[in-house]
């Protein structure tokens, strides 16, 4: 195990927030002198089932523990996530249903593995332990925290304030998570910083029943592709970790010149001098930014991909955006610019399937209302045949020899591949 300067080094990068740095040093350096790992927790609820580049910056920080050497606890909120943290939130959540919630986080499950440690990743679920609990001890945790320190809370006041309700179930959230903490006698716990308050409660909860209190480390929230708002599925300014290589190198070549750095420090394990120095290049003319920017998708796409796709996606980036020259129009046909979507062969009914249903199917439009503007625009083709009706039926084959290629617009191109 790495001495305590050195672990703190790569702890410390990229967080906002420590409470406090001094327990920190301290559980560190009992950590080495016991040879016994701390036990570091971030829970997850699975609110949505995607997971994006902004949720990534925590499992970053928790692959970094695994890296030391220290024992990392995954933990799902399939309980809690039936509440809804409302943390910055200005209403009332909807409450989803526990089979939403379950569903979601076995897409988790599937995902993080991108990121942690197989291995060294101790997943839990919370439902385990409340579950289980009496009704009497569920309502014993409501005498941790008074309504008056809820009300102090800056959503919550905000809420308050506005005359919009706040309901009970929300106050009961942070004393949920607080207690995930001394269920588990968490050592340290991640969160984003609009978890502050939440994860200062899990300090106060363990206090309460005499344990050691658990350093908090709050990560940044990553600005989403605008550059203003946070990375936000609703806001659709994120860049999923399961998108396509190209659309995922795409989407990162949008983002502004002053955000790739931050993706750079938070995103990618570049050192942070190496990051200093391409930003000094970039400011001194040395680098043009557009140079370090591809550098920076390519990292992140290899990351989630591999280096092939990752190449791939760099040159259909350079074949649909670049200057035409006589290169890119060779590579425009050398490439196979196609990326392969998977259509369920049972969506296809009686042998058919309406073609705007297709490209909603396989992700290239958002509504077919959408799929009927592209083809009334002549915007959609089907094997370089251009699609006037639309009404028009692709006919089930599910013969190798048959291709369902689309070109939509200028810039997508997709195939269809029958699933089953």
């Known amino acids: 195990m790495e001495n305590v300067s050195k672990q703190l080094e790569l702890i410390k990068r990229g967080v906002t927030e420590i409470i406090s740095e001094a327990q920190l040093k301290d559980k560190l350096e009992k950590s080495i002198s016991s040879e016994k790992p701390l036990v570091v927790k971030a829970g997850f609820d699975p609110s949505a089932p995607d997971i994006h580049l902004g949720h990534t910056v925590l499992l970053r920080k928790m692959r970094h523990f695994q890296d030391l050497g220290h024992k990392v606890i995954f933990l799902i909120g399939d309980f809690t996530g039936m509440i809804g943290d409302p943390s910055g939130k200005s209403e009332i959540r909807k409450q989803l249903t526990r089979e939403q919630v379950l569903e979601n986080a076995n897409t988790y499950q599937k995902q993080i593995y991108k990121i942690l440690d197989p291995g060294k990743t101790e997943i ?7 579950n289980a609990m009496t009704p009497y001890e569920f309502l014993q945790l409501t005498s941790h925290l008074t309504v008056a320190q809820m009300l102090a809370r800056d959503d919550f006041k905000k809420r308050y304030a506005q005359g919009k309700d706040i309901s009970i179930l929300e106050f009961m959230y942070p004393l949920l998570q607080g207690y995930d903490s001394v269920v588990l006698n968490a050592d340290i716990e991640l ?70 750095f931050r993706y750079y420090e938070l ?52 074949a649909r955006h670049g200057k035409k020259t006589q290169d890119t129009r060779e590579m425009n046909v050398a490439l196979d610019l196609f990326e392969d979507r998977k259509i369920a062969k049972t969506e296809w009914k009686d042998g058919k399937l309406w073609i705007c249903k297709a490209l909603l199917l396989c992700g290239a439009v958002q509504s077919n209302a959408q799929a009927r503007r592209l083809i009334i625009q002549s915007a959609v083709t089907l094997n370089g045949e251009k699609i006037i009706d639309v009404n028009y039926e692709l006919m089930l084959d599910s013969s190798e020899q048959k291709k369902y290629e689309f070109k939509i617009g200028k810039k997508q191109y997709v195939r269809i591949i029958i699933d089953g």
């Open 267 to 318: 995103l990618t394990n570049v050192s942070l001098s190496e990051i200093a120095e391409k930003k000094e290049a970039v400011s001194n003319g040395s680098l043009h930014p557009k140079k370090c920017k591809e550098e920076l998708a390519a990292q992140i796409t290899e990351f989630y991909h591999n280096k092939e796709q990752a190449q791939k996606a760099a040159y259909l980036f350079s």
């Open 124 to 130: 839990k679920f919370n439902s385990s332990w409340f």
């Open 191 to 260: 969160g984003g910083t609009d978890q502050k308050f939440n994860l200062l409660v899990g300090r106060q909860i363990q206090k309460d029943f005499q344990q050691a209190q658990q350093v908090v480390l709050m990560m940044p929230l990553l600005e989403g592709l605008d550059g203003v708002q946070k990375m936000s599925k609703s806001l659709n300014n994120y860049v999923g970790i399961d998108e396509p290589a190209d659309q995922m190198y795409g989407k990162l070549m949008s983002i502004s010149d002053p955000l790739m």
